[in-house]
T-cell receptor
Framework: DAKTTQPPSMDCAEGRAANLPCNHS???????VYWYRQIHSQGPQYIIHGLKNNETNEMASLIITEDRKSSTLILPHATLRDTAVYYC?????????FGTGTLLAVQP | NAGVTQTPKFQVLKTGQSMTLQCAQD?????MYWYRQDPGMGLRLIYYSASEGTTDKGEVPNGYNVSRLNKREFSLRLESAAPSQTSVYFCASSEWGAREQYFGPGTRLTVT
């Protein structure tokens, strides 16, 4: 399974876009990129996933590079409620393995 | 809809005691999962059930057993609790083949 690398923490100003990077240079052709987040002490929450193409939903956008070795999760207008740990996961199946993620702190 | 519910929310056990963590979902999902999260760490998969009547080991199954009681319920049993099993336990469910998992609020277990 591909290993992911994320920065341990990031700050973002409220109302600005938050861009969270993830490196997955050993990703295989059948592996999806998933993003989940975990607000303090709660269960993780699904955000978005993608295979090759960029994806957008009501929560976020996922940009995957053409070589699929990295991706960026974009929260277009971050709010204080978006403060959480964000996990980038690369898996071929639904058996997820969560790393330590990126702690995004949205500042007022 | 309540989504995924877990009981109990908190539990303290002594070493060697046994207990069962309960999980139920009301979304008619086929697949259910049990994860554990140690302090400062990500989640690790203990067991999963792809569909009613089937269970399979995940990344860290030792010391645990599971039962898929019916389509709604998936329980996790610790037969002889150890301090290393002190953790937060999360249950999740998903539709068959779907990529999105829905998580419960967690059970915080301390083994002394």
């Amino acid at each position: 399974d591909a290993k992911t690398t994320q920065p341990p923490s990031m700050d973002c100003a409220e109302g600005r876009a938050a861009n969270l990077p993830c490196n997955h240079s050993t990703i295989s052709g059948n592996e999806y990129v998933y993003w989940y987040r975990q607000i303090h002490s709660q269960g993780p929450q699904y955000i978005i996933h993608g295979l090759k193409n960029n994806e957008t939903n009501e929560m976020a956008s996922l940009i995957i590079t053409e070589d699929r070795k990295s991706s960026t999760l974009i929260l277009p207008h971050a709010t204080l409620r978006d403060t959480a740990v964000y996990y980038c996961i690369v898996r071929a199946t639904n058996k997820l393995i969560f790393g330590t993620g990126t702690l995004l702190a949205v500042q007022p | 809809n309540a989504g995924v519910t877990q009981t109990p929310k908190f539990q303290v056990l002594k070493t060697g005691q046994s207990m069962t963590l309960q999980c139920a979902q009301d979304m008619n999902h086929n697949s259910m999962y049990w994860y554990r999260q140690d302090p400062g760490m990500g989640l690790r998969l203990i067991y999963y059930s792809a569909s009613e009547g089937t269970t399979d080991k995940g990344e860290v199954p030792n010391g645990y057993n599971v039962s898929r009681l019916n389509k709604r319920e998936f329980s996790l049993r610790l037969e002889s609790a150890a301090p290393s099993q002190t953790s937060v336990y999360f249950c999740a469910s998903s539709e068959w083949g779907a990529r999105e998992q829905y998580f419960g609020p967690g059970t915080r277990l301390t083994v002394t």
